[in-house]
C-alpha cells in the first residue's frame, strides 16, 4: 500500500484551492492499492489557506521543536502541521504503507527540498515535517519527480 499526496490525483486540496494532478503518478499507481493524504487539512488547516514555510530548518527540526512553520501572515501554524503529520503517519500505518509518494517543496511534503522560509521562492535542500516523520517510522518516501 502507498500513501500519496492527494493533491498529486488531483484533490482540490492544495493551499490556494487547487491540485497539483500529476499524470505521471497516476499512470503509476494504476493497478496499485493506495491510499490518499493531505497533511495540512487532517491538521485542520482550511483549503484554500496563506501559504505556509518551515523557518530555520526542514521538518526534522519542526518535528523536534527547533523550528517553526508560519503561514504568509506570519501566524504560527505548526501544531496543525505537527498534527497533520501525526495523523497522515496514523492512516499510513493502518494501511500498512511501507511507501509514500509525496508532493516536493511542500513544508509537510517535500521530500529533497522546501522553500527557505522567507516566502521569496528559494529553495533549499530539506524534507517537510511529514516526509520527516514518515522518515523515522520506516517509511519510504519519494516525490512525484523521482518516479
Same mark, same amino acid.
Given at each position: 500500500?502507498?500513501?500519496?499526496?492527494? &493533491?498529486?490525483?488531483?484533490?482540490? &486540496?492544495?493551499?490556494? #484551492?487547487?491540485?497539483?494532478?500529476?499524470?505521471?503518478?497516476?499512470?503509476? +499507481? !494504476?493497478? !496499485?492499492?493506495?491510499? +490518499?493524504? &493531505?497533511?495540512?487539512?487532517?491538521?485542520? +488547516?482550511?483549503?484554500? =489557506?496563506?501559504?505556509?514555510?518551515?523557518?530555520?530548518?526542514? #521538518?526534522?527540526?519542526?518535528?523536534?521543536?527547533? *523550528?517553526? %512553520?508560519?503561514?504568509?501572515?506570519?501566524?504560527?501554524?505548526?501544531?496543525?502541521?505537527? !498534527?497533520?503529520?501525526?495523523?497522515?503517519? !496514523? %492512516?499510513?500505518?493502518?494501511?500498512?504503507? =511501507?511507501?509514500?509518494?509525496?508532493?516536493? #517543496? *511542500?513544508?509537510?511534503?517535500? &521530500?529533497?527540498? %522546501?522553500?527557505?522560509? *522567507?516566502? *521569496?521562492?528559494?529553495?533549499?535542500?530539506?524534507?517537510? %515535517?511529514?516526509?520527516? +516523520?514518515? =522518515?523515522?517510522?520506516?517509511?519510504?518516501?519519494?516525490?512525484?519527480?523521482?518516479?
Amino acid at each position: 500500500m502507498i500513501a500519496v499526496s492527494a &493533491c498529486l490525483l488531483g484533490i482540490n &486540496c492544495k493551499y490556494n #484551492g487547487n491540485n497539483n494532478e500529476n499524470e505521471k503518478v497516476v499512470n503509476y +499507481l !494504476k493497478n !496499485k492499492k493506495f491510499v +490518499l493524504i &493531505c497533511p495540512e487539512q487532517l491538521g485542520g +488547516l482550511s483549503t484554500p =489557506r496563506n501559504p505556509a514555510e518551515i523557518i530555520n530548518g526542514d #521538518g526534522y527540526n519542526a518535528i523536534n521543536n527547533e *523550528s517553526k %512553520i508560519v503561514d504568509k501572515n506570519n501566524r504560527d501554524v505548526s501544531s496543525e502541521f505537527i !498534527k497533520g503529520a501525526n495523523e497522515s503517519l !496514523k %492512516i499510513a500505518k493502518i494501511y500498512g504503507c =511501507r511507501e509514500a509518494i509525496l508532493k516536493e #517543496g *511542500s513544508p509537510s511534503c517535500g &521530500c529533497n527540498f %522546501i522553500y527557505d522560509g *522567507s516566502f *521569496s521562492g528559494k529553495k533549499i535542500n530539506g524534507v517537510g %515535517i511529514t516526509t520527516a +516523520l514518515f =522518515r523515522k517510522n520506516g517509511i519510504k518516501v519519494i516525490s512525484e519527480t523521482e518516479l
